[in-house]
C-alpha cells in the first residue's frame, strides 16, 4: 500500500511531557540523527495501547509511540557513528513500511515480517519507494531508496528491523517478538564479489582525470580532490565514511619510508592502511591546490575531504564525496562509450566508491596476497567475507577446462 503524501508530515512528535514537536534544527536531533535529521510521523502509534496504569509503569523505556521506541533504541545501542547513520536509516525504512502497511509494532506478525522481507528485495510500487536522486528528506521528491538493495545492504536492513522488534519487547513495550521466529535473510553460499572495476575500466577513469577542466580555482581544488579521492579509495580499500571522517593528520610517515592512513571503521575499530606513492603524490598535489603545504603533522585536524568552495576548510558529506566519484564514473563511462566497451561502460555506470574497496581487494586477493593480510587491512570480521574477494581458483578452472575443449577428442 503506497504511503500518500499527506501521511509523510515534516516533523516527529516528541514524548509525553515534551513541547512542540522535534524539526531537523533541534538540538537534540543530531543525538541520534533521526532519519537523517527528518520526519517520521506514525498516526497509527497510539499511547500505550489497553495499557492498564500498572502495565504502563512497568515499561523500561519511556516510549509510548513507535517512532519514539525508535529514537529510544537508537539513543541507547551505543553504535559507532557510521553505524548509527545506516541503522536510523533501516529503523526510518522499516517504520515506514509499517506506517504504509497500516499496522504499529505491536501489530506486526511473523506473516508481516516475511512480506518485509519481500519488499526489501523489490521496494513495490517505486514510484513511492524509489529515487535515484538523493533529495532532501524534507522534499516532497524524497523516498527512502535510491535503487535495489545489494545482498549485504538487505541481510542489514531486515536485522535492524528484527533489532528493533527485540528491544520493543526487552523493554516491554511489546509483549513479544515476532522477530524471533523468523529467519535473517541469508547470504548466497559460495557468492563472490562482482562488483568491481576490470583493469579497462580503470583506465578510463584515468583518461576522464586528465581531461577534467582546470581553468579555474575551484576546478583546480575539484581536479585534485576527485584524483585523490580515486586513489584513496582504490589503493586502500577504505569504506566510504572511513576516508571522509579522517583528518589530514591521519595521514603519515614514522620516518621509516612507510607512509600510513588511521581510519576508524566499524565498531570503532582503529585500522592502519599503507598509503601508496601515487596515493602520496595525489595527496600532495590536493593540498597544495587547496593552498595548504604539501607535508602534514600528525595533529593536523583539518577535514581530510574538502570542499572546493570557499576559503574555509569545510569537511564534505559522504553523499558529497560519493557523487563526485560517480561524476567522474559516468565521464568514463562516455569514454568506453566511444571506444564501443560496452561491459566497461555499463560497469562504470553503476560502479560506486564501494567498487573501488572491492577492486582493490580482489585485485590483491589474485596476485596472492595473504587473505589474513587483506583480512586485516579491510577490517572484515569474518576471513570467509575476505575469501570471497578470490577469483584466481575460479579463473584457473575457466582456463583448464576451455584448453580442454581445444584437444583431440573434446565436444
Known amino acids: 500500500m503506497p504511503l500518500p503524501a499527506s501521511e509523510k508530515p515534516a516533523v516527529l512528535p516528541r514524548q509525553p511531557g515534551e513541547t512542540g514537536a522535534l524539526t531537523p534544527g533541534d538540538a537534540d536531533a543530531p543525538a541520534t540523527g533521526l532519519f537523517h535529521g527528518a520526519a517520521l510521523s506514525h498516526p497509527l502509534a497510539d499511547p500505550v495501547t489497553d495499557a492498564t ?24 545501542a551505543d553504535l559507532a557513528p557510521t553505524t548509527l547513520k545506516s541503522t536510523t536509516t533501516e529503523v526510518g525504512r522499516f517504520l515506514l513500511w509499517c506506517q504504509a502497511r497500516q499496522r504499529t509494532l505491536r501489530q506486526i506478525r511473523i506473516e508481516d515480517l516475511a512480506a518485509y522481507k ?100 575551484v576546478m583546480r581544488r575539484s581536479r585534485a580532490r576527485v584524483r585523490w579521492l580515486f586513489h584513496a579509495y582504490l589503493s586502500t580499500g577504505a569504506r566510504l565514511s572511513e576516508i571522509v571522517a579522517a583528518n589530514m593528520g591521519s595521514l603519515y610517515t614514522e620516518s621509516d619510508g612507510r607512509w600510513w592512513l588511521d581510519v576508524l571503521g566499524k565498531g570503532n575499530k582503529a585500522r592502519r592502511l599503507p598509503v601508496s606513492p601515487t596515493l602520496l603524490a595525489a595527496f600532495r598535489a590536493y593540498r597544495f591546490a587547496h593552498d595548504l603545504p604539501t607535508t602534514t603533522s600528525r595533529d593536523d585536524a583539518t577535514p581530510l575531504v574538502l570542499s572546493t568552495r570557499g576559503a574555509q576548510l569545510l569537511r564534505v558529506s559522504d553523499e558529497a564525496a560519493s557523487q563526485a566519484l560517480k561524476n567522474l564514473f559516468a565521464a568514463a563511462a562516455l569514454l568506453a562509450d566511444d571506444k564501443m566497451d560496452a561491459d566497461a561502460a555499463v560497469a562504470l555506470r553503476a560502479a560506486s566508491t564501494h567498487w573501488l574497496r572491492h577492486t582493490m581487494l580482489t585485485m590483491h586477493a589474485n596476485n596472492g596476497v595473504a587473505l589474513k593480510t587483506l583480512q586485516d587491512t579491510a577490517g572484515h570480521a569474518s576471513l570467509s567475507t575476505t575469501a570471497t574477494y578470490l577469483h584466481k581458483s575460479d579463473q584457473e578452472r575457466h582456463d583448464e577446462l576451455m584448453a580442454s575443449l581445444d584437444k583431440p577428442g573434446a565436444a
Open 53 to 76: 496504569p500498572d502495565e504502563s509503569s512497568a515499561l523500561l523505556v519511556n516510549a509510548q509511540t513507535d517512532a519514539a521506541l525508535g529514537r529510544a533504541y537508537l539513543q541507547h
Open 118 to 217: 519481500a519488499f526489501l528485495r523489490d521496494p513495490q510500487p517505486a514510484a513511492d519507494w524509489i529515487s535515484p536522486t538523493r533529495w532532501p528528506r524534507l522534499d516532497p521528491r524524497w523516498r527512502p531508496f535510491a535503487g535495489p538493495l545489494g545482498d549485504a545492504s538487505l541481510r542489514q536492513a531486515f536485522r535492524v528491523a528484527k533489532a528493533l522488534l527485540a528491544f520493543g519487547a526487552n523493554t516491554g513495550y511489546l509483549v513479544r517478538n515476532p522477530g524471533s521466529l523468523v529467519h535473517n535473510i541469508k547470504a548466497p553460499r559460495g557468492a563472490r564479489v562482482t562488483r568491481y572495476l576490470s583493469p579497462a575500466a580503470l583506465a578510463y577513469i584515468e583518461t576522464a582525470l586528465n581531461a577534467l577542466p582546470a581553468s579555474t580555482l
